[in-house]
């Protein structure tokens, strides 16, 4: 810490974008600036300093990546190059000119990949009021990443006891969350993932009926039909390309397909085609995509539904943490890789 006039500042290290990225990203493509940072918030200011505690790696930021596109506008504005990129975090105040944030108040939600950020609290930023459960949840579980699988399965799915459902890259950051809730629910669970480890993690913690490794599969369609013999009731979707091809074989009449996200898709520069649509037709399936943001409002309604379950144990969350900012890059890019194992996120500061 150094002091400028009467101000003390910070050395603050930032991620940067070099570039718009096309195809797979790079470490190379993300950058580190070493900057200052004022400790205090101008008289009259309505912003608020915080120091960043966790960060959280998230498919989405794939497509901030990418050079602006129409396609993509309604869900994610692009990181602008030589500028830091942002994501979700949790973070601790240091100094606040906004009446709703006081020193030492911990909170999340989106600022820059430094350790020091400025920001301008709006509804996308939460107040953390729990602290008997690990502040890195706030990156998933009790986060943005929770709250689109409670999301998602209850208010887009409207599940029902006893119905069939599939949960794709289901060892991630929501997928893991989604199938614990269709247990809870009562329904029959089954899980993909891409590695023998991460099976056994959805079967042996997280308590799904069955898994199985996509990559081992010579015949998704024929996998889908082994572990659903009756058909697929929900579909949580996470991945797109041909996976989602082969469920829309395998779902029933009146199936919901809750479409989250699409990882295997973003890094292609021309998209797989899906070729079973007509199936939506024969089924009256319906298909919905949604955005997190859009459910904010019952992120408090979230809170009180979950964390009796994880108080009384009955809801396990694995996390993958990185320690030391200076490998936050090479945490987020093997996330486009399947290298983590659980929800990945950054420890940049212990307090």
């Given at each position: 810490?150094?002091?400028?006039?009467?101000?003390?500042?910070?050395?603050?290290?930032?991620?940067?974008?070099?570039?718009?990225?096309?195809?797979?990203?790079?470490?190379?493509?993300?950058?580190?600036?070493?900057t200052t940072v004022d400790l205090m918030i101008p008289e009259g200011s309505k912003s608020v300093l915080v120091k960043n505690l966790y960060l959280s790696c998230d498919p989405y930021m794939r497509i901030r990546m990418g050079k602006p596109d129409p396609a993509t506008a309604?869900?994610?504005?692009?990181?602008?190059?030589?500028?830091?990129i942002y994501g979700f975090a949790v973070s601790k105040v240091i100094d606040s000119g906004n009446p709703d944030y006081s020193k030492g108040d911990l909170l999340w939600g989106v600022v820059g990949w430094e350790e020091y950020s400025v920001i301008n609290p709006t509804v996308s930023h939460f107040k953390i009021q729990h602290t008997d459960v690990p502040l890195s949840y706030y990156t998933g579980l009790l986060g943005m990443p929770g709250m689109t699988a409670y999301a998602g399965f209850y208010e887009i799915c409207s599940p029902k006891k006893g119905e069939t459902v599939f949960v794709s890259a289901a060892s991630?950051?929501?997928?893991?969350?989604?199938?614990?809730?269709?247990k809870i629910m009562g329904c029959y669970v089954v899980g993909s993932a891409g590695s023998k480890e991460k099976v056994d993690l959805l079967k042996n913690k997280f308590g799904f009926d069955e898994a199985f490794n996509y990559k081992e599969e010579q015949d998704l369609n024929a996998a889908l039909k082994r572990c659903f013999p009756e058909g697929i009731d929900i579909y949580f979707e996470n991945v797109g390309g041909k996976m989602l091809d082969e469920v829309l074989l395998?779902?029933?009449?009146?199936?919901?397909?809750?479409?989250?996200?699409?990882?295997?898709?973003?890094?292609?520069?021309?998209?797989?085609?899906?070729?079973?649509?007509?199936?939506?037709?024969?089924?009256?399936?319906?298909?919905?995509?949604?955005?997190?943001?859009?459910?904010?409002d019952k992120y408090y309604n979230f809170m009180d539904f979950v964390l009796p379950y994880i108080r009384e144990g009955k809801i396990t969350y694995v996390e993958d943490v990185v320690e030391g900012f200076e490998n936050g890059p090479s945490a987020l890019i093997g996330l486009f890789h399947g290298k983590n194992v659980g929800k990945q996120l950054i420890a940049v500061a212990r307090e």
């Open positions: 810490m150094t002091t400028s006039g009467d101000v003390a500042t910070a050395n603050n290290k930032q991620v940067i974008l070099r570039d718009y990225v096309t195809g797979f990203p790079k470490e190379s493509d993300l950058i580190f600036n070493d309604a869900l994610a504005q692009p990181y602008k190059p030589g500028e830091p991630g950051a929501v997928g893991q969350l989604v199938g614990q809730f269709a395998n779902m029933k009449l009146h199936g919901r397909i809750a479409v989250c996200g699409m990882i295997s898709q973003y890094n292609l520069e021309d998209q797989e085609g899906v070729h079973n649509l007509a199936t939506v037709i024969y089924k009256r399936i319906r298909i919905q995509g949604f955005v997190v943001s859009d459910f904010f």
